[in-house]
């Protein structure tokens, strides 16, 4: 069965991650995209977490994964090698109704990290859903080489107008021709 796309508020929401290799740093990266609400556990970091740990103020444990670790959370992210413990954080999380994601076991995951472009207020996601991860990662930069560097600045106009402007069927059309003029200039260009 195919992954549901949706966007996630992460303003409340406390994020586990247990691992400190590549892996950990990749989910990390991405997700401080997003929150800086993360917690890590692990008994050896990365010089590239550490910078990110130090940088972002994060809160971090050097030690090994310990059961009832995840309790507080809403989301735990397993970036570690041994797939027993993988599994092992899966089946605790279900306890404590906690969205988990097992990197490497996909049958353990209840949400993906798909490829994404964020641009200020434009995030688009990417996912096959496991069939080619490598199709995701070159259409994401086929969609990069297409999107205008200015859109964030268009985002924010639409954004000013939207609040500006009285509700209805003009404000619609309004904007639908504005969008699509926009669309229509980056053939131009």
């Known amino acids: 069965m195919a992954y549901f796309p949706a966007f996630l ?28 609400n993360i917690t890590l ?11 990110l740990i130090d940088k972002n103020n994060l809160i971090y444990f050097k030690k090994e994964y310990e059961k009832t670790d995840i309790k507080n959370f809403d989301m735990v992210i397993v970036a570690v090698d041994d797939f027993d413990l993988q599994e092992s ?22 949400f993906i990290f798909p490829s994404y472009i964020k641009k200020g207020d434009l995030t688009i996601a990417i996912s096959t859903s496991g069939s080619s991860p490598s199709f995701a990662k070159n259409f994401k930069k086929y969609l990069l080489k297409i999107i205008p560097d200015n859109i964030d600045d268009f985002l924010k106009e639409l954004k000013s107008l939207r609040t500006s402007l009285p509700k209805g069927k003009e404000r619609m059309q309004f904007f639908d021709k504005k969008v699509k003029d926009y669309i229509n200039s980056w053939k131009k260009n």
């Open 9 to 36: 508020k992460f303003d409340d929401k406390k994020i586990l991650i247990v691992g400190g290799g590549n892996i950990a740093f990749e989910k990390l990266s991405h997700l401080l995209n997003f929150s800086s």
């Open 41 to 51: 556990i692990a008994k050896e970091y990365s010089s590239e977490i550490k910078t």
């Open 89 to 110: 954080i899966y089946f605790e999380s279900r306890d404590y109704n906690i969205l988990c994601n097992c990197v490497d076991l996909q049958k353990y995951c209840d």
